[in-house]
């Protein structure tokens, strides 16, 4: 089963979701604005990948935090906030194949669907 993470409007997902459908590879969609966040995957994403990978630092949710809550971000800070903003998190997040992929690039799909 494919699962792929995020918020429809992204430009990021667009082109997942494209790419996707261009190879004809099924997915289910998880829109974190109407279905809130999986924190099953998201914990998974944190061990595989790390808070520092999977929170989105360059975002405006990221920068609208207080700079005390940044300096002291960790794993278990990374879900609370997370939970209250999704769209803090790295966009897609794609599982498939017991691979979790970070973000979205051509490659990285296709090594997970070779």
Same mark, same amino acid.
């Given at each position: 089963?494919?699962? !792929?993470?995020?918020?429809? #409007?992204? *430009?990021?997902?667009?082109? /997942? +979701?494209?790419?996707? %459908?261009?190879?004809?590879? /099924?997915?289910?969609?998880? *829109?974190?604005?109407? =279905? ?5 995957? +998201?914990?998974?994403? $944190?061990? =595989?990948?790390?808070? @520092?990978?999977?929170? #989105? ?18 794993? @278990?800070?990374?879900?609370?906030? /997370?939970?209250? &903003?999704?769209?803090? !998190?790295?966009?897609?997040? $794609?599982?498939? &194949? %017991?691979? $979790?992929? $970070?973000?979205?690039? @051509?490659?990285?799909? /296709?090594?997970? +669907?070779?």
């Amino acid at each position: 089963m494919t699962t !792929i993470y995020g918020i429809k #409007n992204c *430009d990021t997902m667009k082109k /997942a +979701f494209t790419w996707l %459908d261009e190879h004809k590879i /099924a997915y289910t969609f998880h *829109d974190y604005k109407k =279905q809130g966040l999986d924190e099953a995957a +998201f914990e998974r994403a $944190l061990k =595989q990948h790390g808070w @520092e990978n999977v929170i #989105n630092r360059r975002g405006t949710t990221w920068h609208k935090l207080p700079e005390a809550t940044q300096k002291s971000m960790n794993a @278990e800070k990374a879900l609370e906030i /997370a939970r209250e &903003n999704p769209s803090i !998190i790295k966009r897609p997040l $794609l599982s498939a &194949n %017991d691979d $979790l992929v $970070l973000g979205f690039s @051509e490659d990285s799909y /296709a090594k997970v +669907f070779k």
